[in-house]
């Protein structure tokens, strides 16, 4: 069985609201990796900005 076979075979057992509280943590996940590669790419920009300013003209 896969993961993804697990995970839906125990996410359908839970009640409606623990179904939410699930969906909702996916969901913040989903926004912290999301925060996370944001702050990876500014930093990028700024330690490059000199480089990205000349390649811009």
Same mark, same amino acid.
Request: negative net charge.
């Given at each position: 069985?896969?993961?993804?076979?697990?995970?839906? /075979? &125990?996410f359908?057992?839970?009640?409606?609201?623990?179904? /939410?509280?699930?969906?909702?943590?996916?969901?913040?996940?989903?926004?912290?990796? /999301?925060?996370?590669? &944001?702050?990876?790419?500014?930093?990028?920009?700024?330690?490059?900005?000199?480089?990205?300013?000349?390649?811009?003209?």
């Amino acid at each position: 069985m896969s993961l993804a076979e697990k995970l839906l /075979r &125990e996410f359908e057992q839970l009640p409606e609201d623990k179904k /939410r509280e699930v969906i909702d943590f996916v969901e913040f996940l989903k926004a912290k990796t /999301r925060n996370e590669v &944001e702050n990876i790419i500014d930093v990028i920009i700024d330690e490059n900005s000199e480089a990205l300013k000349e390649l811009s003209q």
